[in-house]
């Protein structure tokens, strides 16, 4: 069983606004609006449908809004070019996408293109998702889907994003490994500055590693906040009857 431990991460502690989102609007979310601040982890709670992944899907410019804004230190996104924007605001999916080759051939594949990878910066990578260094050399086709999704993890490390999108990237690990991923977001926070934006179904990994969290229904963020207010004193009904489940 996972470990309930209570992270104490920085309550955005720098107060600079990352990411600003306001009232947007596509297909699949409407009007929404709220701030990353630096230094944070927010997680995204809500039912299935809701258009969390569809959010993380704008931050990271997959998709584009129909209606509003998203600034990104202070420039709208859509400014950016993609390959710039997508370094800075890195994605893990709930599925690891690994492209056919080596461990080090996914590893190396954004750096190299930024001629900026060096030789021992793979052994780095994975001792961060706690894998050990023989991993480089192995076809990614012969990992476990655990070890898949902690490559993929590693593979955007290696482009230094400051802000990590993370949709349910822990949904298909063993308890063991879901611990030891909690472990390097609290060091990604704490320690490296990073900025996270996390989806999970799992409502006590939302409570442990939250520092603030939005609660999206129907396509909208129904109620945010810090996690441990929304958590125990929710003000919709709606939030209320999903905390209980």
Do not use: C
Not at 17 to 27: A, D, G, M, R, T
Request: glycine share 8%.
């Amino acid at each position: 069983m996972v470990l309930m431990k209570q992270f104490d991460f920085k309550k955005g502690s720098s107060m600079n606004k990352l990411i600003e989102v306001e009232n947007v609007s596509n297909e699949r979310v409407t009007g929404v609006q709220f701030s990353l601040m630096e230094g944070s982890l927010t997680t995204i709670i809500g039912p299935s449908g809701a258009g969390k992944s569809s959010l993380l899907l704008l931050l990271n410019r997959l998709e584009d809004p129909d209606e509003g804004k998203i600034h990104f230190k202070g420039k709208n996104i859509s400014d950016f070019p993609i390959s710039e924007l997508r370094r800075n605001i890195g994605m893990v999916f709930q599925q690891a996408h690994l492209f056919d080759g080596t461990v080090e051939d996914n590893l190396k594949f954004g750096p190299s293109l930024q001629k900026k990878w060096e030789p021992n910066e793979g052994v780095k990578l994975l001792e961060k998702v706690q894998l050990p260094k023989e991993f480089l050399t192995k076809e990614v086709e012969n990992l476990s889907g655990g070890e898949q999704q902690r490559v993929a993890f590693a593979r955007t490390l290696a482009n230094n994003p400051e802000v990590l999108l993370l949709d349910e990237v822990t949904s298909a690990l063993d308890m063991r490994t879901v611990d030891l991923m909690e472990d390097l977001l609290h060091k990604l926070v704490n320690e490296e500055g990073k900025t996270i934006l996390m989806i999970t179904h799992d409502l006590k990994q939302a409570e442990r590693l939250g520092s603030y969290t939005l609660f999206m229904n129907e396509g909208r963020v129904e109620e945010q906040g810090k996690t441990t207010e929304l958590f125990y004193q929710p003000k919709s009904a709606t939030l209320k009857h999903f905390l209980e489940g």
